[in-house]
Nanobody
Framework: QVQLVESGGGLVQAGGSLRLSCAAS??????????MGWFRQAPGKEREFVAA????????YYADSVEGRFTISRDNAKSTVYLQMSSLQPEDTGVYYC??????????WGQGTQVTVSS
């Protein structure tokens, strides 16, 4: 079993920055073996992909809406993945979730952290 715990959300003004963290743990779990991703869900909308990073960090993907503003990274020694968010806009508001991919499926999810961007 894998547990994912997000942190770092909050209220920020438009143009501001936040850094989200997602700490992974599990009894027989090797964090460095898995791709990780960030997703978000705005009120009344479906959950959407934000960013993903391969197990080594060598491959990174972003949604078009965040490309150039958000940066995903990971520290395998700390079993943690990060999402640095800059130039935040009100449309970035939502609950942000991290997820771990197993055999091509986003299998495990955190409980989410709220990000609110005021205009």
């Amino acid at each position: 079993q894998v547990q994912l715990v997000e942190s770092g959300g909050g209220l920020v003004q438009a143009g501001g920055s936040l850094r989200l963290s997602c700490a992974a743990s599990g009894r027989t779990f090797s964090f460095s073996s898995y791709a990780m991703g960030w997703f978000r869900q705005a009120p009344g909308k479906e959950r959407e992909f934000v960013a993903a990073i391969s197990w080594s960090g060598g491959r990174i993907y972003y949604a078009d809406s965040v490309e150039g503003r958000f940066t995903i990274s990971r520290d395998n020694a700390k079993s943690t993945v990060y999402l640095q968010m800059s130039s935040l806009q009100p449309e970035d508001t939502g609950v942000y979730y991290c997820s771990l991919k197993v055999r091509g499926i986003w299998e495990y999810w955190g409980q989410g952290t709220q990000v609110t961007v005021s205009s």
